[in-house]
């Protein structure tokens, strides 16, 4: 069992920036791939951004690619997400994901996922 936990969500200017974290506890969070997913109103969950277990492949929706960085320090058992130039349409909660069995190929998949924190709200004022 793995337990996650978001923060660094609020309200930004859009061009600003925030760095989400997501705290894990449980198991051995080195051997988890780690998914950072965004729902917002009235839309379908959306893949943002993913990274393997060691951190050496990392993946992103086009839309994020150039501006959003996904990272983690297994160390604090944490991985963050680094939103730069945002936008109004990434307004939206935001959550991370883990999983021990994903692939390159069901790494945007949320249903891959077994384990999910309970959200942060990032909204990007115009």
């Known amino acids: 069992q793995v337990q996650l936990a978001e923060s660094g969500g609020g309200l930004v200017q859009a061009g600003g920036s925030l760095r989400l974290s997501c705290a894990a506890s449980g198991r051995t969070f080195s051997s988890y791939t780690m998914g950072w997913f965004r729902q917002a109103p009235g839309k379908e969950r959306e893949f943002v951004a993913a990274?393997?277990?060691?951190?050496?492949?990392?993946y992103y929706v086009d839309s994020v690619k150039g501006r959003f960085t996904i990272s983690r320090d297994n160390a604090k058992d944490t991985v963050y997400l680094q939103m730069n130039s945002l936008k109004p349409e990434d307004t939206a909660v935001y959550y991370c994901?883990?999983?021990?069995?994903?692939?390159?190929?069901?790494?945007?998949?949320?249903?891959?996922?077994?384990?999910w924190g309970q959200g942060t709200q990032v909204t990007v004022a115009s």
């Open positions: 990274i393997n277990w060691g951190g050496g492949s990392t």
């Open positions: 994901a883990a999983d021990q069995f994903i692939t390159a190929a069901t790494m945007s998949d949320s249903m891959t996922y077994d384990y």
